[in-house]
């Protein structure tokens, strides 16, 4: 299947194409059936039935919405932001971290980087008319954000980063390991878990040498043995003391 995002040298890039097959998987989901009957309901006659009717509706205007050149503007903007978004969270209060050889290294939960997000897209999409206008209302908007965080996960997942391939967050530091499963926090009710977590290696003057390569490594095991132990209350604590100091 075509992804919407793809890793180029580093960057997340938005194709400028969604695929619809990530919509049909929503619309057997209880919340996607339930706007999808929804929408059957206000179609008077189809020769092909209501409910074929509205899953072809709701595809075709998620193509136009995007295809809107405010909205795919709006999309790419997001998706340069997505990274860049890691470097500022760097710094948030609580969030457990190291040093090696005067380069500090922070985890950050991708929870809190992908909760960002949505907000953000929601946001900047919110005020584009031809997103705002889409017959299903929040259902699919939501839908759509959270598909579309999704495939930038995936994307950045899909490039590996480590410490020898590390990805730029922003001038100050670089993705160098990712956890996709980690457990921060309980999702509530249809919310994605956004499992895992992001390790951030602050980038200096000095480069990155195979000793240093080797030493992350080590150091990010450490961690990963030392999260195992944290309790359920001591995630959200982090979670809690981080977003409250965003």
């Keep these: 299947m075509a992804a919407w995002i793809r890793c180029s040298r580093g960057r997340l890039v938005y194709t400028g194409r969604i695929t619809r097959a990530p919509l049909t998987a929503w619309t057997k989901t209880p919340e996607g059936h339930g706007a999808l009957m929804k929408a059957a309901s206000r179609i008077r006659f189809s020769f092909i039935g209501k409910t074929r009717a509205a899953a072809r509706r709701l595809w075709r205007q998620l193509v136009d919405a995007t295809s809107d050149s405010g909205v795919a503007d709006a999309i790419d903007l997001e998706v340069q932001a997505y990274l860049p978004r890691l470097g500022e969270m760097a710094f948030m209060e609580g969030l457990p971290r190291g040093g090696i050889d005067l380069r500090r290294l ?77 457990v921060w926090r309980v999702p509530v009710f249809t919310a994605p878990p956004w499992n895992g977590h992001h390790y951030l290696l602050e980038v200096t003057r000095e480069p990155i040498t195979r000793a240093l390569r080797k030493a992350v490594a080590a150091k990010i095991e450490t961690f990963e043995a030392s999260l195992q132990g944290l309790s359920r209350a001591d995630r959200n604590d982090i979670l809690r003391r981080a977003r409250s100091a965003a």
Excluded: C, H
Excluded at 153 to 178: F, I, K, N, Q, Y
């Design 106 to 182: 922070a985890v950050v939960p991708t929870v809190l980087l992908n909760g960002a997000a949505y907000s953000a897209i929601a946001k900047r999409l919110s005020d584009q008319p031809a997103f705002a206008a889409l017959e299903a209302g929040d259902p699919v908007k939501e839908f759509f954000i959270t598909t579309l965080i999704g495939e930038m996960e995936a994307a950045v997942a899909g490039a590996r980063p480590s410490a020898g391939a590390p990805l730029t967050a922003d001038g100050d530091w670089v993705s160098v390991g990712l956890n996709t499963s980690f």
